[in-house]
Nanobody
């Protein structure tokens, strides 16, 4: 059974940092882009960042320069380092895996985690 399990969410003040982790199990994800989406209350789920095993990375414009995605294939784990956090970053963050080259599209995601809450207070 494939599972993506997120951890690392919490409450932080504006300008602070958090590091999210996503541990994947149940299959190999070497041929998958691993990444993160987020969903704020009353809004649609949106793409945040993704990384292929090759090292190619993609970021939403809203997080570029503040967030860094990395992955440890030996541990089947993907990370999201979030710096300079803003109140508008408040959302449930979901780990995701896709084989599609269109990594930003939610409909292309094959596997989802259960989500972890990130709250940034002003």
């Amino acid at each position: 059974q494939v599972q993506l399990v997120e951890s690392g969410g919490g409450v932080v003040r504006t300008g602070g940092s958090l590091r999210l982790s996503c541990a994947a199990s149940g299959r190999t994800f070497l041929g998958y882009a691993m990444g993160w989406f987020r969903q704020a209350p009353g809004k649609e789920r949106e793409f945040v960042a993704a990384r292929w095993n090759s090292g190619s990375t993609y970021y939403a414009d809203s997080v570029k320069g503040r967030f860094t995605i990395s992955r440890d294939n030996a541990k089947n784990t993907v990370y999201l380092q979030m710096d300079s956090l803003k109140p508008e970053d408040t959302a449930v963050y979901y780990c995701a895996a896709t084989q599609s080259i269109v990594v930003r599209r939610t409909s292309n995601v094959e596997y989802w985690g259960q989500g972890t809450q990130v709250t940034v207070s002003s």
